[in-house]
């Protein structure tokens, strides 16, 4: 009964490819983000949602396009994968949103390595 | 826009004391979170502070002075378990992280 579960949990994949990242939470929350984490650690982040409507969008290449069917489901499709892709994607959940944003619950993070 | 700092590594030994500081400069600000990241693994909840001064949990304290936009995650009595990457979060309308701190606790 894992909090926020996101498949699959390692990815390895050609440039040019086009691949999907899914994530679930059951916390029942309204808030699903995803967070990118480069090989210096760095999380920064990407997409976020509020019951199926993105409400931040961090200046992210068009080639990343989120989903979210409903608001315990949110996924990351990368259309043309580059080299500079390759990092740790992390899906999280919150309560609320905005200033009212409280702690983030994080899934156990995709590695998605580009070739 | 933010900018959030905090130093890149700590060493310290078992049993010591280490204090990870993290400066900011944000937009807007509604708490300061500090979370714990072991090797390969997700990012955990430690801390929040929204109010000046010290929160005290267990072991780990956490401070904040949103008049200088600082604020410092304090680990007592350290083990070895405690080897990690430490993250210090900046509530702005959104969560957004620091680059981390890695501390390593030597026996």
């Not at chain 1, 059951?26 to 409400?55: A, P, R």
């Not at chain 2, 400069?25 to 000046?52: K, M």
């Not at chain 2, 410092?72 to 702005?92: F, W």
Request: net charge neutral; with cysteine.
């Amino acid at each position: 009964d894992t909090a926020v579960s996101q498949t699959p949990k390692y990815l390895v994949t050609q440039m040019g490819n086009d691949k999907s990242i899914k994530c679930e939470q059951n916390l029942g929350h309204d808030t699903m983000y995803w967070y990118k984490q480069d090989s210096k650690k760095f999380l920064k982040i990407m997409f976020s949602y509020n019951n199926k409507e993105l409400i931040i969008n961090e200046t992210v290449p068009n080639r990343f396009s989120p989903k979210s069917p409903d608001k315990a489901h949110l996924n990351l499709h990368i259309n043309s994968l580059e080299l500079g892709d390759s990092a740790v994607y992390f899906c999280a959940s919150s309560p609320l949103t905005g200033l009212n944003t409280g702690e983030l619950f994080f899934g156990e993070g995709s590695r998605l390595t580009v070739l | 826009g933010q900018n959030i700092d905090q130093p890149t590594e700590m060493t310290a030994t078992e049993g010591a004391i280490v204090q990870i500081n993290c400066t900011y400069q944000t937009s807007g600000f509604n708490g300061l979170f500090w979370y714990q990241q072991h090797a390969g693994e997700a990012p955990t909840f430690l801390s929040y502070n929204v109010l000046d001064g010290l929160e005290e949990k267990g072991r780990f304290s956490s401070f904040l002075s949103r008049s200088k936009g600082y604020s410092y995650l304090l680990l007592k009595e350290l083990q070895m378990k405690d080897s990690a990457s430490y993250l210090c979060a900046v509530n702005d309308y959104k969560l957004s992280f620091g680059a981390g701190t890695t501390v390593t606790v030597r026996a």
